[in-house]
């Protein structure tokens, strides 16, 4: 009943910049964090950026000082402005959320999207 949908990958050559989209729709009571994720082929699903609801953000040092993470709380909705990107940027990028479905569920729930691809050429 909760579902969210990302946006806005391609192709793009490196040091040129992308813009990610994530919406969530269904049931939503409140959104707590909400984060991005890549997965690069081969390896290991990591961390990119996380936004509180608050606004408070966290990167990793691999994207600090080049990408962006924003939120609209009542859109319910976040973005990713990515800049000068590497080809060690590419994969597939997720959206994650933890999201309060219910006022007397008190305890929230993580929630993927289905992924993105950005790919980063030399």
């Known amino acids: 009943q909760v579902r969210l949908v990302e946006s806005g990958g391609g192709l793009v050559q490196a040091g040129g910049s992308l813009r990610l989209s994530c919406a969530a729709s269904g049931i939503i009571f409140s959104i707590n964090a909400m984060g991005w994720y890549r997965q690069a082929p081969g390896k290991q699903r990591e961390w990119v950026a996380t936004?509180?609801?608050?606004?408070?953000?966290n990167y990793a040092d691999s994207v600090k000082d080049r990408f962006t993470i924003s939120r609209d709380n009542a859109k319910n909705t976040m973005s990713l402005q990515m800049n000068s990107l590497k080809p060690e940027d590419t994969a597939v990028y997720y959206c994650?959320?933890?999201?309060?479905?219910?006022?007397?569920?008190?305890?929230?729930?993580?929630?993927w999207g289905q992924g993105t691809q950005v790919t980063v050429s030399s």
């Open positions: 936004i509180s609801s608050g606004g408070s953000t």
């Open positions: 994650n959320a933890r999201i309060r479905t219910s006022p007397s569920n008190y305890a929230d729930a993580p929630y």
